[in-house]
């Protein structure tokens, strides 16, 4: 491997170094949320304290679920200079609702492919939130040796 140059400026003069970064901070990102054995972008706790409420959108109903949350947190009240009273923290809900895998745009194939975003249009019943949707695949380099990778990467991005 060649030293890495730098110009009397203090600029680096070569691209591959910027390109071997970038490469292991995606790398780390996706191996750090499990990325290797799951479909999904994060894990959601298997213990919830119920089925959430069911609430409406524009689009029609959706059924979140709730997570179990912290221990409550107490109640702080402090005294201020002319007799006023000031309240801080303190929180009495223990549990979190979450809505996961709503759409937000109608996915992108046929015609709608290359075009902005449309509606993903009304739906009846009450639709199920409580799971992410599947992540979009990714097709990483052969990380073996990590240097010839990035020399690749770097070679076709210069030739066009």
């Given amino acids: 491997m060649k030293p890495v ?7 680096f ?6 390109l071997l970064l970038i490469c292991a901070s995606i790398t780390l990102q996706c191996f750090s949320v499990g990325m290797l054995g799951s479909a999904s972008a994060a894990s959601i706790p298997s213990t919830s304290a119920g089925p ?8 029609g109903n959706l059924r979140g679920l709730t997570l179990p949350g912290g221990a409550a947190q107490p ?3 402090t005294t201020l200079p002319g007799g006023y009273r000031k309240s801080v923290g303190g929180s009495n809900n223990k549990n979190v609702e ?3 895998g709503i759409p937000y745009a109608a996915p992108p194939v046929g015609s709608l492919r290359f075009l902005p975003p449309a509606s993903p249009g009304p739906w009846t019943g009450i639709r199920s939130a ?10 990483l380099p052969p990380l073996a040796n990590r240097v010839d990778s990035v020399s690749q990467i770097s070679n076709t991005s210069t030739s066009t």
Avoid: E, S
């Avoid at 140059?5 to 600029?11: A, E, M, Y």
């Fill in 5 to 11: 140059r730098i110009n009397d400026n203090g600029t």
């Fill in 130 to 139: 409580n799971a992410l949707p599947l992540a979009c695949p990714q097709q």
């Fill in 52 to 59: 959430g409420r069911v609430v409406r959108t524009k689009h």
């Fill in 75 to 77: 109640q702080t009240t």
């Fill in 98 to 100: 979450a809505f996961l």
């Fill in 13 to 18: 003069a070569g691209t591959k170094l910027l």
